[in-house]
Structure formats: C-alpha cells, structure tokens
C-alpha cells in the first residue's frame, strides 16, 4: 500500500470570500428530475461565494461532445453557466464522470479542481478529494482505476463513436441499479484511515473533506507529530426520490466553522 499522496494543487480564497459550499455524488440523470430540480434550485439561490462540487456530478459522462444531443444535459450546463456567471465554481471529476473535458468546463464558466486539492480560507484549510483514490479495500475498482486513468485509455475511449460509448454507460448504469439493490454497507468500500492521515501530513491539513463512500459522517483521525487531531468529513451523496431523502450541503465558514444543510 503506498501512502504517497498525489501532486497537491491549491485554491487560495480570496478575502472577499464569506461562505463556501461543497457538494458530490449528486448523479445527475435524465430520469431522476426530482435530484434535478432541487440541485437548480440550490443553484440558483445560494448566497455561498462558492460552490465546490468534488465529483460525480452526473450519474455518467462518456465525452463532452454529448451534451448537443442531450437536453438533459444542456439543462444541467445552462445552471452551471448561470451560477459560474455570479459565484466561484469548481468542478473535481468523480468515478463516473472523469471525462469531463476542458471545452465544457470553460462553456460552463467553471474551473477545474484537481484532486487532491487544498483549500486556504479564512482561518483554516481543508484538503478536498473525491475519495475514491482513497478506498484502498476496493481492490478490484483500483486496478480499474490506473487503467482508466491514463490519457492513452482516455484517448482511445474518446475516439469511439458517440453511440458506442452511450451503449457502454448504460451498462454502467445497469451495473450501479444492481448494487444499490444490494444496499449501501455492500456497495462501497470506506476510505483507508492511515492513508487519510497520510495524505493531510503531506498537504500539512488537518481536515480532508471527500465523497464518493455516500456514507456522510464527521470522523475523527488520530493526531500528528504536533498532537494536533485530524478530522475526515465525508459528504452526502444526493438523492430527492429516496426515503427519506438525500440532498445535503457542507457549507465553510471564514472562521474555520462548518455546517451541514439538509435541502430538503
């Protein structure tokens, strides 16, 4: 197991900067308008200065060249474009959508988080990732993982006709259905405590923020060098149609503070 975190981007806050909110796992998908029209809505009316969304946005994304043939997601980009046009907006690539291109995210007023990212803001600093880099006891998603990852496969993938890479996200999809069936302590493997700690030693963080597990908890991790405690906080994934349902917001505050918001 190697605990050698990746390359560590930064985000400097401006000072300007009140509030900042994160959210992931969201899945966006044509046939859950519920999901949809409460993250539009949140969109539209949060008074955050940012919003963070460390990944998995969409339920799938199989190139951006299918967002022309896709109201769906000409819907979703049309609320991302108003909301980069009046806050900060960051957009970190998720399990399921890691081939989200540049052209869109610019076409979207966004901007690229690379993972991990450290945030600086106010009085404190948080380590962002999606957290599936993290899930070390899912071997068979890891291996999965560094093949998908490299721009060899990217490239190859994206060369594909756009049909023939809609046909491979509904299997995707079908696979996704059969495992909730299961129920979530089967579906995801949580993320590996002792790399945790190493990647917020290396950052030199305290509190590392990640989805991907949809398991949302505060966690407490041991201490460094300095006796100083580390916290892993995980966010909700998003769901509108469950029982009871999903739609939570992890809002920062300049003052090192947190608070969860449950949208509906």
Known sequence: MTLTAPPVSQLQAPATWRTVDLISDLHLQAREPETFAVWQRYMDHTPADAVLILGDLFEVWVGDDAVA????????????KNAGQRRYLGLMHGNRDFLIGESFV????????????LLRFGAAS?????????????????????????PEWRSDFLKQPLAQRQAVARGIRNESEARKRLGSAERYADADSTLCQSWLDQAGAHTLIH????????HRLPGDASGQAHARWVLSDWDASAQPPRAQVLRLFENGQHERMDLI
């Open 106 to 117: 610019q076409d979207c007023h966004a901007h690229f988080l690379a993972d991990p990212t």
């Open 211 to 218: 989805g991907h597990t949809h398991q949302a908890a505060d």
């Open 69 to 80: 043939q896709s109201p769906f997601l000409q819907s979703c980009a049309e609320v991302l």
């Open 126 to 150: 948080w380590l962002l990732s999606h957290g599936d880099a993290l899930c070390l006891a899912d071997v068979a998603y890891q291996q999965f993982r560094r093949q998908v990852r490299t």
